[in-house]
């Protein structure tokens, strides 16, 4: 019997549209929730007035809290979430390592060094040079990793291990800092923990551009990057240039994620969690779902700061303390699974 | 018609191919042969393009080093099996060259059933790659290169993971491929199947070819022993097929 193609169809959609639209509800439903919700409550026909510019909507402090603070905090959370989550899905794809996290090439660390410093040194406004200085140090530490990696081209694992090495300098002079200025150990480890207190117009408006401008690379290359799944000579007879796609995912991935760690500190396990909980409900390659995973990594952070904002209101959990309170025991789930697959 | 001249290859500073000179026929099968580190897979690999070389290695006039426009299969030993991926999707990505990636046409999608048939693995078809069986995955390997309607196949010893009656089926389908017109260069431990499917055996011992030739020329040839340091013996049965079996203890 000759099968049909239709059997073959049924079976190969690149997008599954019905998970991906409803995340964007999801994103939509959670959005909401968290520019409604904290110590003031706000209401959603008067919040949905404002936004419109309609008659009746907020006013006075209550209409400032909105636009000034809940706003940009709740898109702030979703760029760097879904910046975050996308970025660990292509590396998981780039590095053929399911457990591959977007801080793994040294970014993270680098953007600590780079906030540290700046925090050392700044007298005046801190948080107005902190963003630069870590985007700096978080970008120079990637490159640095793949200056070192002279076998990058032959075999990624090189670049991943010298991703580890100069992410432990990075923070071997972090550390000295930070005991040579004992005062600064508080704001350093508030941002090491992830903070989104300091999201503003100004903020949003910037790092918008790079993780933006990120995410439509990583999306527009997302089907090549099942290639990269396979070895380098099956990909190259494919018609993929390994090595070029290679650069050009790390890269748009490690833009996306300096400035996401830039914007808001370091959050954690977000670029894991994400993409196994789709992965999970999808049963696909994870690089054919990174709009979903997008979707999906900017409701988690948003839904992560409602947390950090309510949960001990009026005061405030770090966010990164809500990520990892869900994120570490998914990761244990994530590695027996492994293990139990392995086995 | 790949036309191999003064070929040399060193990877760190170590010569693993010298002095070959080969001429790799259009449409004929061609089996590399020889010990472990004969260089069987760097040659496969520079004939794929993605190996640097000193010489000359040119497939009808132009040097394949890095030369996409060929449409070449290549089956590798051990290959990277993604997570998350089914066997129809893993065969499908050999369309990726004609459809362009991610752009799966109907046509592609009848040529995979058939390809999926052909291979006996249609009702694996939604399964994951990563949950096959050694001989499932080579088979899925195969079909994925039947995909692509290649030119050339290079085939990185396509019957170490299979059990003899999956050997046969392999490389039944390779033969009806190579019927077709498709040339196939492969390496193979076996040398008795070498010598059943393949018209040409190439011997290779330390990075250099001993012998070139037909597989019934070959298979009694002194330089194939040579090859393997005198530890096997070739015997004829009765049908006149040639059989290659080692020798215990060196004896």
Known sequence: MTQS??????????????????????????????????????????????????????????????????????????????????????????????????????????????????????????????????????????????????????????????GIAVGSFATAIQTYLQQRHSASLRPVYSWILGELTVANWQILSWSSIYILMALAILISISKQLDGLMLSDEESFSLGINPNKLRIIAVAAATLATATAVSASGLIGFVGIVVPHLVRGVTHRVTNRNLLTIALAGAAFLVLADLGARTLLSPAELPIGVITAFVGAPFFLVVLRRRRTVAS | MIVIKDLAVSLSGKEILKDISLTITEGLWSCLVGPNGAGKTTLLKVLLGTTPYSGSVK?????????????????????????????????????????????????????????????????????????????????????????????????????????????????????????????????????????????????????????????????????????????????????????????????
Request: glycine share 8%.
């Open chain 1, 5 to 162: 193609h239709s059997e073959i169809e049924a079976i190969s959609p690149i997008w599954n549209w019905k998970i991906t639209s409803l995340c964007a509800l999801f994103l939509l439903f959670i959005g909401i929730a968290a520019i409604s919700f904290g110590p003031i409550n706000l209401s959603f026909s008067r919040i949905i007035r404002t936004l419109l510019g309609m008659h009746g909507g907020l006013t006075g402090p209550d209409r400032t809290v909105l636009i000034d603070l809940r706003l940009p905090r709740a898109l702030l959370a979703a760029l760097v979430g879904a910046a975050l989550a996308t970025s660990g899905a292509v590396y998981q794809s780039v590095f053929r390592n399911p457990l591959a996290d977007p801080y793994l090439l040294g970014a993270a660390s680098g953007a600590g060094l780079g906030a540290t410093i700046a925090i050392t040194n700044s007298h005046g406004n801190v948080y107005s040079l902190l963003p630069i200085f870590s985007f700096v140090g978080g970008t120079l530490a990637v490159l640095t990793s793949f200056f070192i990696s002279g076998k990058f081209f032959a075999e990624p694992q090189s670049l991943l291990l010298s």
């Open chain 2, 59 to 251: 497939s009808n006039g132009v040097e394949v080093f890095r030369n996409q426009k060929r449409n070449v299969a290549f089956v590798p030993q051990q290959p990277q099996i993604p997570q998350g991926m089914t066997v129809a999707e893993y065969v499908m990505l050999g369309r990726a060259k004609k459809d362009g990636w991610g752009n799966e046409s109907a046509k592609s999608r009848d040529f995979i059933a058939e390809v999926l048939a052909q291979t006996n693995l249609y009702g694996l078809h939604k399964q994951m790659v990563s949950h096959l069986s050694g001989g499932e995955m080579q088979r899925t390997l195969i079909a994925r290169a039947l995909a692509q309607e290649p030119e050339l196949i290079l085939l990185d010893e396509p019957t170490s993971a299979l059990d003899l009656h999956h050997q046969i089926d392999v490389l039944n389908n390779l033969q009806f491929l190579q019927k077709s017109g498709v040339t196939i260069v492969s390496t193979m431990h076996d040398i008795t199947l070498a010598a059943m499917y393949a018209e040409r055996i190439v011997v290779m011992q330390s990075g250099r070819v001993l012998a070139d030739g037909s597989s019934t020329e070959i298979i009694h040839s002194a330089e194939l022993r040579t090859a393997f340091d005198n530890r096997i013996n070739v015997f004829t049965l009765d049908s006149g097929r040639p059989v290659v079996v080692a020798k215990k203890d060196g004896k």
